[in-house]
């Protein structure tokens, strides 16, 4: 007798969801990482003194400090007696954030509504406005537990049955090909390549787009993610206006993954702008949702899960709906919510907190910034080796130039070319990298993923270590 819980017989579509963003490179690090950790007797016959986890998306996992004042008035509302006698140290202002919230909130272990704190939306609605130029409604607007919640609400209503499909760029996050698949429905890449700083091209997208009718798909809707993940770009207005164009022209839903946009790293040569903006602005009648996450910017609050969908051109009665579908859950998690509010209204100037908070931020992006430019002059240095200009997002994605030596070497070790290097890279060096195929390539280019995440000092171990490694490499199978 079949169990019933036997994976024969559980739902088709969770078995048809992949979600990689580990590989057996990742896998063997994890082992050496423990190694290390056990202080097993094995790692002296190993050729690296440490490991570097290039891979990792984590930003306080990887050493950075969290944001002085976000903490600050979480801390308060978590514990309310400290409202009250606040520890020294701690300024008026986080103290009077932290009263409104709280009120606002009835605490952290309160419900707050299918559709998030009515004052979070607010203040979303608001960050939205100020940074668009015109309005957004609160009511259009549902608070998440991160970016996968409010990505799955888009996709929920969207895909009808199997025959529905959503364009995603490749390269691009996981995340939506996974979720497409787990809802019932098709995920189409479109290919962004490096040849055009993995701007999208619209005769690419048109052929993802005919190839789909051809098979009897429906096209539903496209995915825009800007700032980008992994490739690093930053999409320009004029591409933006394409985008808008072809979406307008197709009669498909624009879902715009804007959750990087605090960063972009030349805001004089390449500024973020939102499509809710350029739809505005350029009189481009487009149906959209937009995402944010708290996950990203320079906070990187990962854990604290917050989020937000914005409905935009959007029939008031789907969004009825959408609120409809998250009621089963009650309440977005009360923590993330209260940190993107605090995202999305930072201290101000003149405002006690603003001096720290300040420093604090412009520390991280100074950072940030640096590293993209060490990570890029790098590999635009090294044999073999090319990465487009890293302008935004959290991720580097440099090309690796294969010989038909090295091809040959990955196909009998019976793996694709990214992955043989990046297995060779962590016996050598102890650096982990993600291999571009886990995120989707175009056919015959091959690519590895680095975050920003490491500490700058790390960072530059890592570079030092690979430079030595790439130049045997491309020596060995040159």
């Known amino acids: 007798m079949t169990k019933q819980l036997d994976v024969s017989n559980i739902r088709p579509n969770v078995r048809k969801v992949e979600f990689r963003l580990k590989d057996e490179v990742v896998d063997r690090a994890l082992a050496y990482k423990k190694m290390f950790e056990e202080?097993?007797?094995?790692?002296?016959?190993?050729?690296?003194?440490?490991?570097?986890f290039f891979n990792v998306g984590d930003a306080h996992v990887a050493g950075q400090k969290p944001i002085s004042f976000y903490r600050q008035v979480l801390a308060m509302i978590a514990y309310p007696p400290l409202m009250e006698n606040p520890p020294a140290g701690i300024p008026e202002d986080a103290v009077q954030r932290a009263r409104v919230l709280h009120k606002a909130s009835a605490g952290l272990g309160a419900y707050s509504g299918a559709q998030g704190l009515l004052h979070v939306r607010q203040t979303c609605a608001k960050f939205i406005e100020n940074r668009d130029g015109f309005p957004s409604d609160p009511n259009n607007i549902i608070l998440t537990d991160g970016s996968y919640d409010a990505l799955k609400i888009g996709f929920e209503l969207l895909i009808r049955d199997e025959k529905d499909a959503i364009l995603i760029p490749a390269p691009g996050y996981p995340l939506y090909s996974a979720v497409i698949r787990e809802i019932g429905g098709v995920p189409k890449h479109y290919f962004l390549e490096d040849k055009h700083e993995f701007n999208p091209q619209?005769?690419?997208?048109?052929?993802?787009?005919?190839d789909c009718t051809t098979k009897g798909e429906?096209?539903?809707?496209i995915v825009i993610n800007n700032p980008g993940n992994p490739?690093?770009?930053?999409?320009?207005?004029?591409?933006l206006i394409q985008l808008l164009r072809f979406a307008k022209e197709k009669n498909i839903v624009v879902m715009a993954d804007e959750v990087y946009q605090v960063n972009a790293y030349d805001i004089s040569a390449s500024p973020f702008v939102s499509l809710r903006q350029v739809a505005k602005e350029e009189d481009i009648q487009v149906e959209m949702l937009s995402f944010q996450s708290t996950s990203k910017g320079f906070s990187a609050e990962c854990g604290v899960r917050g989020g937000y969908i914005e409905f935009y051109n959007v029939d008031s009665n789907t969004v009825k709906?959408?609120?409809?579908?998250?009621?089963?859950?009650?309440?977005?998690?009360?923590?993330?919510?209260?940190i993107l509010?605090?995202?999305?209204?930072?201290?101000?100037?003149?405002?006690?907190?603003?001096?720290?908070?300040?420093?604090?931020?412009?520390?991280?992006?100074?950072?940030?910034?640096?590293?993209?430019?060490?990570?890029?002059?790098?590999?635009?240095?090294?044999?073999?080796?090319?990465?487009?200009?890293?302008?935004?997002?959290?991720?580097?994605?440099?090309?690796?130039?294969?010989s038909e030596k090295a091809l040959e070497?990955?196909?009998?070790?019976?793996?694709?070319?990214?992955?043989?290097?990046?297995?060779?890279?962590?016996?050598?060096?102890?650096?982990?990298?993600?291999?571009?195929?886990?995120?989707?390539?175009?056919?015959?280019?091959?690519?590895?993923?680095?975050?920003l995440m490491p500490t700058e000092d790390r960072v530059k171990v890592a570079l030092d270590r690979i430079k030595t490694f790439n130049e045997e490499f491309y020596k060995k199978y040159q």
């Not at 016959?45 to 570097?52: E, S």
């Not at 619209?202 to 005919?210: G, L, R, V």
């Not at 429906?218 to 809707?221: L, P």
């Not at 015959?444 to 680095?450: Q, V």
Request: with cysteine; hydrophobic share 35%; proline share 4%.
């Open 39 to 52: 202080k097993d007797s094995k790692t002296s016959d190993l050729k690296f003194p440490d490991l570097v």
């Open 202 to 210: 619209i005769d690419e997208i048109q052929k993802a787009f005919d």
């Open 218 to 221: 429906k096209i539903r809707g």
């Open 231 to 239: 490739a690093g770009n930053v999409l320009s207005r004029e591409t």
């Open 321 to 338: 709906e959408a609120v409809k579908l998250v009621s089963v859950r009650l309440s977005p998690n009360t923590t993330g919510q209260i």
């Open 341 to 402: 509010d605090l995202a999305c209204n930072p201290p101000k100037e003149g405002e006690a907190s603003y001096p720290l908070f300040k420093e604090e931020s412009e520390l991280i992006m100074g950072q940030l910034r640096r590293k993209a430019q060490s990570i890029e002059q790098s590999f635009n240095s090294m044999s073999g080796t090319s990465c487009s200009k890293i302008k935004g997002s959290l991720f580097a994605f440099p090309q690796i130039h294969f």
């Open 409 to 451: 070497a990955a196909r009998n070790g019976n793996m694709s070319p990214d992955t043989f290097y990046a297995s060779n890279l962590l016996d050598a060096t102890g650096v982990c990298v993600s291999s571009g195929n886990i995120f989707g390539q175009k056919e015959g280019t091959y690519h590895i993923r680095l975050t």
